[in-house]
């Protein structure tokens, strides 16, 4: 295990200095990639490997030698995430450099369309704002009916305070008066009901534009 150990170690060491070469322009940068990968897949074999030899290792020891591993495998994930940071860096430069070239050798005639489509923000920016006044519109829309039912709420405050004075004046049985109270709670259900109907619609819509 000791051997093995050292020997990744070491590959560690030759893959670190190989990423201090890449930004040398004499070297070939490609070919110098290529040697990183493959000593970075190297290293990740001999983690494995050495998770097994762990168990061959007598207790006493098995902990210091487990730490030792965990470091190889910490700078392992280090230099694969600066691997995958180059490469990716790479790529946008090459891209902006092709869309750069195709601007500067795109020819135009006098009837040609001149409009390049090159900001793709500001089209979803204009999307959004549009999502966004419709969503005003909804809310002020909702706004407008709770409004409405509030005022239909009073309505019936009133009128039942009426009918109980009309019901007192006039003499009206106990039986009535409990089915006019009932039908007023009856009319209350439907309007707290409706409220929760509306306001479910203006968050399915609002939900609809902003996701």
Same mark, same amino acid.
């Not at 897949?41 to 490997?49: G, I, K, L």
């Not at 090459?94 to 050798?105: A, K, V």
């Not at 089915?179 to 409220?195: F, H, N, Q, S």
């Given at each position: 295990?000791?051997?093995? *150990?050292?020997?990744?170690?070491?590959? !560690?060491?030759?893959?670190?200095?190989?990423?201090?070469?890449?930004?040398?322009?004499?070297?070939?940068?490609?070919?110098? #990639?290529?040697? %990183?990968?493959? @000593?970075?897949?190297?290293?990740?074999?001999?983690?494995?490997?050495? =998770?097994?030899?762990?168990?061959? &290792?007598?207790?006493?020891?098995?902990?210091?030698?487990?730490?030792?591993? =965990?470091?190889? @495998? *910490?700078?392992?994930?280090?230099?694969?995430?600066?691997?995958?940071?180059?490469? =990716? @860096? /790479?790529?946008?430069?090459?891209?902006?450099?092709? #869309?750069? #070239?195709?601007?500067?050798?795109?020819?135009?005639?006098?009837?040609?369309?001149?409009?390049? =489509? %090159?900001?793709?923000?500001?089209?979803?920016?204009?999307?959004?704002?549009?999502?966004?006044?419709?969503?005003?519109?909804?809310?002020?829309?909702?706004?407008? %009916? !709770?409004?409405?039912?509030?005022?239909?709420?009073?309505?019936?405050?009133?009128?039942? @305070?009426? !009918?109980?004075? &009309?019901?007192?004046?006039?003499?009206?049985?106990?039986?009535?008066? /409990?089915?006019?109270?009932?039908?007023?709670?009856?009319? /209350? *259900?439907?309007?707290?009901?409706?409220?929760?109907?509306?306001?479910? %619609?203006?968050?399915?819509?609002?939900?609809?534009?902003?996701?």
């Amino acid at each position: 295990m000791e051997a093995l *150990y050292f020997q990744t170690n070491s590959l !560690i060491q030759e893959t670190q200095q190989c990423f201090q070469q890449l930004n040398n322009v004499r070297v070939d940068s490609v070919a110098l #990639e290529d040697e %990183i990968h493959t @000593k970075l897949a190297t290293v990740n074999a001999n983690c494995d490997r050495l =998770d097994v030899l762990l168990y061959k &290792v007598p207790v006493a020891q098995r902990q210091n030698s487990k730490m030792r591993v =965990d470091q190889l @495998k *910490y700078d392992l994930r280090h230099l694969q995430a600066a691997l995958k940071l180059y490469q =990716d @860096k /790479k790529a946008r430069k090459e891209l902006e450099l092709s #869309e750069r #070239e195709n601007l500067l050798n795109k020819r135009f005639t006098a009837n040609s369309e001149t409009s390049i =489509d %090159i900001d793709y923000s500001l089209q979803h920016h204009n999307s959004m704002r549009n999502a966004h006044q419709g969503v005003d519109e909804m809310l002020w829309t909702g706004s407008n %009916i !709770i409004d409405g039912l509030r005022n239909q709420r009073e309505t019936l405050k009133g009128a039942r @305070k009426r !009918i109980l004075d &009309v019901g007192s004046t006039l003499g009206l049985s106990n039986q009535t008066m /409990k089915m006019i109270e009932r039908r007023v709670v009856e009319d /209350k *259900y439907v309007m707290i009901g409706g409220m929760a109907v509306t306001m479910l %619609i203006i968050v399915l819509v609002i939900y609809y534009f902003l996701f």
